[in-house]
């Protein structure tokens, strides 16, 4: 089974009233947990890597790792560049094997967003790869992309024909109220469906993207603080907020919070129960273990993309 585009995934998601899980990966243990946990419920996956990621474990011991996944689960992988904020970034991933990427250009005004989308979209294309655009801004953290919560715009669905129409992206990365992190929400967790369900009126059948969709588990959370570390506030997008979103136009979820608060915590509690251990696979297995069963447990009980490899 090769690396394959996300195309017939959206298309099947799309049709079935479901998401695919989009899961950022940093190092062997991640792609470990993700894939196993897939293979176990016959998922179809996205692996997504940051330019941060990159950065952190090298693009050719990514895409490796990732090569020995497939072999390993038999599974349709789609290995997808994350917040992409050049093209020079872009062009590197998809020469370099990636069968996606994202290319954010929502810190730009609408115009060059398009043009700077467009160029983008020719070069992959041309090349077999598909992508994602952005259109709206996220509160929070992104790679290289800083927006403060003040900044946060939501998209406005007045411009989602015109941007798909002349950058020719293959999906869309929406804002309408998540965001980046731990800390996703003040007060009660909203989201603005109605934006959603416009968007999805003025786009039939076009895949919609949801960044910052960590639901921000409160079990690990607790578990970080009872362990030595503090995350007071923290709060995430309630899980059955996701459900409705994956039945709708929402064909991919992101997921990378919730895979580093399941690490940690784990590993946190590891140290506080057996303080003279160092032997990093002794505290990297549960690691890899937790996010094998949060990962389960996000495809069949969130995404509902169970059973559709
Ligand atoms: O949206 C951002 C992702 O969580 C990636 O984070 O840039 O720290 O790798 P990173
Ligand atoms: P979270 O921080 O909510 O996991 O979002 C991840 C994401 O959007 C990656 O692009
Ligand atoms: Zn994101």
Redesign the pocket.
Known sequence: MPIITSKEMFEKAYAGGYAIGAF?VNNMEIIQGITEAAKEVSAPLIL?VSAGARKYANHTYLMKLIEAAIVETGLPICVHL??GDTFELCKSCIDGGFSSVMFDGSHHPFAENIRLTKQVVDYAHLNGVVVEGELGRLAGIEDAVNVSEQDAGFTDPSEVEEFVEKTGVDSLAIAIG?S??AFKFKGEPRLRFDILEEIQTRLPGFPIVL????SVIPEYVEMVNRYGGSMPGAK?VPEEMLRKAASMAVCKI?????LRLAMTATIRRYFAENPSHFDPRQYLGPARNAIKELVKQKIVHVLGCDGKA
């Open positions: 950022n997504q994350d917040h998540t980046h992190g960044h910052g969709a960590s995430g992101n997921i990378d919070s919730d």
